[in-house]
């Protein structure tokens, strides 16, 4: 069965700095998409990032990049300059099967100190 | 504005009385899916929906069903609630052409069964 990752409950960062939340899955496909969603306190599921994992190149979208290593099954998110708006639950998961069901780590609680 | 609304937002109600939780996307998109998210436990999927009158089982479906007789809606039906439903669900939907495109969510509805 397709798993996904997330062994940090909790993380906290300073303002301004940079932090990086883990995530490992494990598939049996060889062409999959990852993703990390945010749910700020509001509850909304806010896409951040996407990657295709037929692509070697790291995505990036403004402070948020990951760091895609195929091989390991890793796929982190590093988020640079870390804004207050940024603490939120964070979630890696990955697209399963033909029909690209969904699936979720437990996701990883930010919190960003002033 | 392209959105999923789900109804209601918050519910308190008590075991065995028969609710509905209603979903609704404006994208014409023809791919739907029901999670439930629980502390500790990140999301899981209950039911997804390739198109109208096509539904299917996810991870924890006991309990629940579906329906999908237009392409806009797609309600969450507990016949018989039990505490162990108490729970924050998220509707989501997408094209169901890209497997892997961004899943669009519902802005979550609280349940809770006494």
């Known amino acids: 069965a397709q798993t996904v990752t997330q062994s940090q409950p909790e993380m906290s960062v300073q303002e301004a700095e940079t932090v990086t939340l883990s995530c490992t899955y494990d598939?049996?496909?060889?062409?999959?998409?990852l993703f990390w969603y945010k749910q700020p306190p509001s509850r909304q599921m806010i896409l951040v990032i996407r990657?295709?994992?037929?692509?070697?190149q790291n995505a990036t979208e403004n402070r948020f990049s990951v760091n895609f290593q195929k091989a390991a099954k890793s796929f982190s998110l590093k988020i640079s300059d870390s804004q207050l708006g940024d603490a939120a639950m964070y979630f890696c998961?990955?697209?399963?099967?033909?029909?690209?069901?969904?699936?979720f780590g437990k996701g990883t609680k930010l919190s960003v100190k002033p | 504005e392209a959105q999923v609304t789900q109804n209601p937002r918050y519910l308190i109600t008590v075991t065995g009385k028969k609710l509905t939780v209603t979903c609704s996307q404006n994208m014409n998109h023809e791919y739907m899916s029901w999670y439930r998210q629980d502390p500790g436990l990140g999301l899981r999927q209950i039911y997804y929906s390739m198109n109208v009158e096509v539904t299917d089982k996810g991870d924890v479906p006991e309990g629940y069903k579906v329906s999908r007789k237009e392409k806009r809606n797609f309600p969450l039906i507990l016949e018989s609630p039990s505490p162990n439903q108490t729970s924050l669900y998220f509707c989501?939907?997408?094209?169901?052409?890209?497997?892997?495109?961004?899943?669009?969510f519902g802005e979550g509805s609280r349940l809770t069964v006494l």
């Open positions: 990657q295709e994992a037929y692509k070697q």
């Open positions: 598939t049996s496909e060889s062409d999959y998409y």
């Open positions: 989501a939907s997408r094209e169901r052409t890209r497997a892997t495109g961004e899943l669009f």
């Open positions: 998961a990955s697209a399963r099967g033909s029909q690209g069901n969904l699936i």
